[in-house]
C-alpha cells in the first residue's frame, strides 16, 4: 500500500509538473493580456506532433524534443504576430470564437497531414527501463520529466521574481495600464510571453508524448484540466500555477489510484464499483467548485 | 448592442416559415426525400438549443462555454426515463428541463460570482466535470452512452414516425420561440438586457444584478435540457458527445453566425451551419479548416456583428 | 423633514463613524467621520486626488471598508451591498454620465422606475414593458421634475451632455430616496448649463437630503447648507459654507486655489 502510495504520488507530481508548463504560459496569457486562449491545447498538441515527426526523422528523442520545442515558438510567434495582436482588444467573445476556431483548423490540419491514427514517440533507449528507488522499481524516463519539471519551475520562479522582465509580467499582471503608462515595451513583452508559452506547451506535449499517445483531440483534455490549474491558483499568477498545477496532478492520480480501493472499504462492492470511477473522474471539479465557493478570485490572486 | 425591439416584418415573416415548415414532412414525402424530415428535425432541435443560449449569451451578456452540459442532461435524462418505463414526453421533457434547469441553477450560483475570462473557464470546467461523471458511469452507459430502446410518446402519439416527431419539435420550438419574444420584451428582458449593458448602474438603480442572471442563466439551461430530450429521441441515443465542450463551442458559433441578442439568432445560425455541415462535409472531409477560416474571418473582418455586444458601455467602478 | 420620520429624532440621516480604507500602502480614507443632517444640501470638497470618488464609492456600497461603520435612515447598512443600500433609500449619480444610451429618456427613467421595490417584481416574462403604463406615467413626471418633458422620446445617446446629467437625476430620483448621492453633477457641463443644473438642484433640494460632492466652487457655495473638507483622506473641517471659507486649514490645503 504505501509502495502503491509512492509511486502514485511521484505519478500524480509528475502530472502536476506538466500542468504546471501548460498553464504557466496561459495563465500569463490571461492575466497580463486579459485574452482568453481556448488554442493553448492545440499548441500543446501541435507540439507533441513536431516533437514526434521531429524524433522520427531524426531518429533521436533529444534532437526531436529540441527541433519540435522551436518549431513549436516559432508557430506561436507567427500566430501571435498575425491573430493574437488583433485579438487583445477585442471582446472575450470574439477571443472565445477565434481560438476555438484555431482548434478546428489545428486538429483538421493534423489529421489531413499525419492521419487518424496516432503517433508513436518512443523514450530515449537510455531512459526505456526502470530505477530502484527506495525499495521500488519506478520508469527512469518518469523521473527525467520530473526532473525537467523542476527545473523549468525553478528558472520560471526566477525569471518571474528576480528578473527585470519578470518584474514586468509582473506589473503587467497586476495592472495593464500602469505598465504601458511606465513606457515599457507592452507590445514586445506580449510576444514574448506568448511565444514562451507555445515553448512551454511544447515542451510538455515531447515529454509526455512517449507516455501517451501523440494524438488529434490530446489538446483539449489537458487544456481544461489547465483551465482548472488556473481558477483554482487565481488569474496572473505563476505560483498560483504551480501550486494549483500540484493540487491537480496529485488528487486527480491519487483518486484515480485510491478512490476506488478506499470506497470498496466503505461500501458495499458494486455500489463502490460504480461510484468510484466515476467519482475519480468529477475530484478536481469538486475541489475546484469548493475553492470557487470560499475563494472566487483562486488562491493567488494576481490583482489585489 | 441595442435592446431587442421586434421588427415589424418579424412576426408576419416567423409565421409564414411556420407555416412552409408544416407543409414541410408531406413535400418530403412526395418528392422521395423523407431522410430530410430527420434532417429538418435535426435543424429545429440545434435551433432550440442555440436559441437557449442566445437567452443567456445575446440577451443576458454571459459568455458561458459550458452550455453542451445542460444539452446533455437533457438527452440523458430522457434515456434514463425511456429505460426506466416513463415513455410520455409530456412527463420526461419537463423532468429534463428541471434536471438541466437545477443543474444550470447550481453552475450559475458559483460562476456568477465571477466575471470575464473567469466565467468562461468556470463554465467550461463545470460541463466537462458532468462529461467525466457520464462517461466513467457504466450504469449509464460509460463511454457508449446510453441508448433508447424505441422513441418516446408524446401526449399519446408516438413518435416513432419521422413526421410526428417533427412536428412535436417545431411545435415546442414555436413555443419556446413566442415565450423568449415575449419574454425578450417584458421586465425580465429589459432588465437583464439592462444589466448585460451596464451592471454597476442596474445595482445603483437597486436591482439585485446577480438574482436576475441565475434565473437568466437557469431558464437558459432548463430549455437546453428539453433540446437534448428531443435530440436523444430523434437519435436513439444519449450520447457523451453531446456533452463536450466542442458541442459548447458548436452551439456558440451557431448563435454567432445568427446574429447575438437577435430573437431568431439561435435559429438562423443553427440551419446555416448544419447545412453548411451538410453539404461541404460531402464535398471536402476537412471541412473543418474551412469553417475555421471562415470564423476567424468574421472576427478579424467583421467584428461588429460579434464586438458590439460587450465593447460600450462595460461597467464601470 | 418625512426624511427623519423613520430614524430616532436628531440622529442624522447619514451618519459614518470612523471610515477607513488602505489600498497597498496608501491610505485612501483615514478615519473619516461624516454625517448628513435629513432636508440639508451637505457638500464634500477637497482637492483632486483627496478621495472624494472614494468615499462615494463607500458610502454607495461599491467599496467595503477596511473599518469603520456607515449607518443610514437608523439602519446599519456597513456590510449591505449597493442594490440593498438603494432599497434603503440611497440614490447616486455618477460622475461619468452612465445612463443606457441606446434606450429613450422615458424608457431610461422606466427602468428606475421598474427597479423600485414598490414596483413589484421584475420577474415578469410575458406582459410587454411599454403596456405597463404605471411605470410610464410615474417615470414622466421625473422627466417633468427635471426639465425634460419634450425629451420623453429621445434616445439617450443624441441627448446633450447637460441633458443626460439631468436625466441621470431623474433616473436618480425615480427609485425615491431619502438621500441622492451627487458625484460632480456639473463636471464637464458648459457655464448655461452648469446654471441650470444648480437651479435644478435647488428644486430638488426641498423634497430630498442631497450629498453633493463638487469642484464648481461657486455652485458649492451657492447650494450647500454644509461643507465638510476632505484632504489627504482625512476630514479637515465641516462647517457654514462662511465658517469653511475662513477656516485656515481649507485655505492652506488649497493654495487659495478657489477660495
Request: glycine residues 12%; aromatic residues 10%; proline residues 3%.
Amino acid at each position: 500500500m504505501t509502495q502503491l502510495f509512492l509511486e502514485q504520488a511521484l505519478n500524480g507530481l509528475q502530472f502536476g509538473l506538466m500542468l504546471f508548463l501548460l498553464a504557466a504560459g496561459l495563465t500569463l496569457v490571461f492575466g497580463i493580456m486579459d485574452c482568453i486562449n481556448l488554442a493553448h491545447g492545440s499548441l500543446y498538441m501541435v507540439g507533441a506532433y513536431f516533437v514526434a515527426a521531429a524524433a522520427q526523422a531524426a531518429d533521436s528523442f533529444w534532437i526531436g524534443l529540441g527541433a519540435g520545442v522551436a518549431g513549436a515558438a516559432v508557430l506561436g510567434l507567427l500566430l501571435e504576430l498575425t491573430l493574437f495582436r488583433q485579438l487583445y482588444r477585442r471582446d472575450h467573445l470574439s477571443q472565445v470564437l477565434a481560438t476555438f476556431a484555431l482548434i478546428l483548423i489545428a486538429n483538421e490540419t493534423v489529421r489531413l497531414i499525419w492521419g487518424p491514427a496516432p503517433l508513436m514517440l518512443n523514450p530515449p533507449e537510455a531512459l526505456s527501463g526502470p530505477v530502484e528507488i527506495a525499495g521500488f522499481f519506478y520508469p527512469a524516463y518518469r523521473l527525467v520529466i520530473i526532473a525537467f519539471g523542476l527545473a523549468v519551475a525553478g528558472l520560471l520562479y526566477l525569471l518571474v521574481a528576480k528578473s527585470r522582465v519578470g518584474m514586468w509580467v509582473r506589473a503587467g499582471a497586476s495592472n495593464r495600464e500602469m505598465t504601458e503608462a511606465l513606457g515599457i515595451n507592452v507590445r514586445g513583452l506580449f510576444t514574448a510571453v506568448f511565444v514562451f508559452g507555445a515553448a512551454l506547451c511544447a515542451l510538455a506535449g515531447g515529454l509526455l508524448g512517449p507516455l501517451l499517445a501523440v494524438q488529434v483531440g490530446m489538446g483539449e483534455s489537458v487544456l481544461i484540466l489547465a483551465f482548472v490549474v488556473i481558477i483554482i491558483g487565481g488569474i496572473g499568477s505563476i505560483r498560483g500555477a504551480l501550486v494549483g498545477a500540484l493540487i491537480v496532478g496529485t488528487v486527480d492520480t491519487l483518486g484515480r489510484a485510491l478512490l476506488p480501493t478506499l470506497l470498496r472499504a466503505l461500501l458495499p462492492a458494486d455500489a463502490a464499483a460504480t461510484l468510484g470511477p466515476a467519482l475519480a473522474s468529477i475530484l478536481i471539479y469538486l475541489l475546484m467548485a469548493a475553492i470557487l465557493f470560499f475563494k472566487p478570485q483562486g488562491l493567488f490572486p494576481a490583482r489585489a | 448592442m441595442a435592446f431587442y425591439r421586434p421588427a415589424r416584418w418579424q412576426k408576419p415573416f416567423a409565421f409564414t416559415v411556420l407555416c412552409a415548415l408544416l407543409a414541410l414532412p408531406g413535400l418530403m414525402e412526395i418528392f422521395d426525400q423523407s431522410y430530410y424530415i430527420g434532417f429538418a428535425t435535426r435543424v429545429l432541435i440545434f435551433a432550440l438549443a442555440a436559441s437557449s443560449l442566445n437567452l443567456v449569451l445575446g440577451f443576458g451578456g454571459m459568455v458561458s462555454l459550458g452550455h453542451a452540459a445542460f444539452f446533455g442532461i437533457g438527452a440523458y435524462v430522457a434515456a434514463i426515463c425511456q429505460q426506466g418505463g416513463i415513455v410520455e414526453g409530456l412527463l420526461a421533457f419537463p423532468l429534463a428541463m428541471g434536471v438541466a434547469g437545477l443543474f444550470a441553477l447550481l453552475v450559475g450560483a458559483l460562476s456568477l460570482r465571477t466575471r470575464g475570462v473567469y466565467f468562461i473557464m468556470i463554465t467550461l470546467a463545470f460541463a466537462q466535470m458532468v462529461y467525466y461523471l457520464f462517461i466513467s458511469a457504466r450504469a449509464w452507459g460509460g463511454d457508449d452512452g446510453l441508448p433508447l430502446s424505441e422513441r418516446m410518446q408524446f401526449a399519446g402519439l408516438s413518435l416513432t414516425d419521422d413526421k410526428v416527431l417533427f412536428y412535436v419539435a417545431l411545435g415546442l420550438l414555436t413555443a419556446i420561440m413566442l415565450l423568449l419574444g415575449r419574454l425578450a420584451d417584458a421586465r425580465f428582458g429589459r432588465t437583464i438586457q439592462a444589466i448585460r449593458e451596464n451592471e454597476t448602474r442596474m445595482e445603483a438603480l437597486g436591482y439585485p444584478v446577480f438574482r436576475y442572471r441565475l434565473v437568466c442563466f437557469a431558464l437558459g439551461g432548463a430549455i437546453a435540457g428539453l433540446a437534448g430530450a428531443l435530440l436523444a429521441n430523434l437519435t436513439g441515443l444519449a450520447s457523451p458527445a453531446l456533452l463536450q465542450w466542442t458541442q459548447s463551442g458548436t452551439l456558440l458559433v451557431m448563435v454567432i453566425i445568427g446574429g447575438v441578442g437577435y430573437l431568431y439568432g439561435g435559429v438562423v445560425g443553427a440551419l446555416v451551419l448544419l447545412l453548411l455541415e451538410e453539404f461541404l462535409l460531402g464535398f471536402f472531409a476537412h471541412w473543418h479548416i474551412v469553417l475555421g477560416l471562415l470564423l476567424i474571418g468574421i472576427v478579424l473582418f467583421a467584428p461588429k456583428g460579434v464586438a458590439a455586444l460587450f465593447d460600450k458601455h462595460r461597467s464601470q467602478p | 423633514m418625512t426624511a427623519a420620520t423613520n430614524s430616532a429624532k436628531n440622529a442624522p440621516l447619514l451618519d459614518v463613524r470612523g471610515l477607513s480604507r488602505r489600498f497597498a500602502a496608501v491610505d485612501a480614507l483615514r478615519d473619516v467621520n461624516f454625517s448628513v443632517e435629513a432636508g440639508e444640501v451637505h457638500a464634500l470638497i477637497g482637492p483632486n486626488g483627496a478621495g472624494k470618488t472614494t468615499f462615494i464609492h463607500h458610502v454607495s456600497g461599491a467599496l467595503q471598508a477596511d473599518s469603520g461603520s456607515i449607518h443610514f435612515a437608523g439602519h446599519d447598512v456597513t456590510k449591505l451591498s449597493m442594490h440593498r443600500r438603494v432599497g434603503a433609500g440611497m440614490a447616486r449619480s455618477y460622475q461619468i454620465t452612465n445612463v443606457f444610451l441606446g434606450l429613450s429618456a422615458l424608457d431610461n427613467v422606466a427602468l428606475a422606475v421598474q427597479g423600485r421595490p414598490d414596483a413589484g417584481s421584475s420577474f415578469r416574462f410575458w406582459r410587454p414593458v411599454r403596456t405597463e403604463h404605471a411605470l410610464f406615467d410615474a417615470a414622466a413626471g421625473y422627466l417633468e421634475q427635471v426639465g425634460l418633458r419634450d425629451k420623453q422620446q429621445s434616445i439617450a445617446g443624441n441627448l446633450s451632455h447637460g441633458e443626460q446629467r439631468a436625466l441621470e437625476l431623474a433616473m436618480a430620483l425615480a427609485t425615491q430616496p431619502k438621500m441622492l448621492l451627487l458625484d460632480e453633477p456639473m463636471a464637464g457641463t458648459g457655464p448655461e448649463e452648469s446654471a441650470r443644473m444648480v437651479e435644478l438642484i435647488e428644486h430638488l433640494a426641498r423634497h430630498v437630503t442631497i450629498l453633493l460632492v463638487e469642484h464648481d466652487m461657486d455652485a458649492v457655495f451657492r447650494l450647500a447648507d454644509r461643507i465638510s473638507v476632505l484632504v489627504n483622506g482625512q476630514l479637515i473641517c465641516t462647517g457654514t459654507p462662511d465658517a469653511v471659507k475662513n477656516d485656515a486649514g481649507v485655505r492652506r490645503a488649497y493654495l487659495g486655489d478657489h477660495l
